[in-house]
């Protein structure tokens, strides 16, 4: 996230707004998988949950209906999703030479056969 901010010019907390972005990410996440879980155990989670004010806390309690291999691919997903809204959102606002640094940029991430599709 901080070489697409350099990238782009942003001026502002560059690190700040990483981290912001991860927590985002990490809190949709978690959101995601407690969706996938039934509501009981969306109850038991709730009862334990109480009183808990981090994601670490969140992931903890988690940790014990889902595995890492699930977080973690739900994290990447989220991550994904949020940074496809965050270019969505941002692509209207930049010059003709930024979209096409982010475009070189972006595409040096692709696969040879993402870039077919």
């Avoid at 155990?41 to 291999?69: D, H, N, P």
């Avoid at 270019?87 to 209207?92: G, K, L, R, S, T």
Wanted: charge should be negative.
């Amino acid at each position: 996230m901080i070489s697409v901010l350099n990238l782009l010019g942003f001026r502002e907390n560059k690190e700040a707004y990483a981290d912001e972005f991860i927590q985002i990410c990490e809190k949709q996440a978690l959101v995601d998988l407690l969706n996938t879980l039934s509501k009981e155990r969306k109850e038991e989670i709730k009862q334990k949950m109480v009183g808990a004010e981090s994601v670490q806390r969140t992931q903890a309690v988690l940790s014990e209906y889902v595995s890492s291999e699930q977080y973690t691919e739900a994290l990447e997903k989220a991550a994904g999703a949020i940074f496809v809204q965050f270019v969505q959102a941002v692509v209207p606002t930049l010059s003709q030479q930024q979209v096409n640094k982010l475009q070189a940029y972006m595409q040096s991430f692709s696969s040879p056969t993402e870039m077919v599709k």
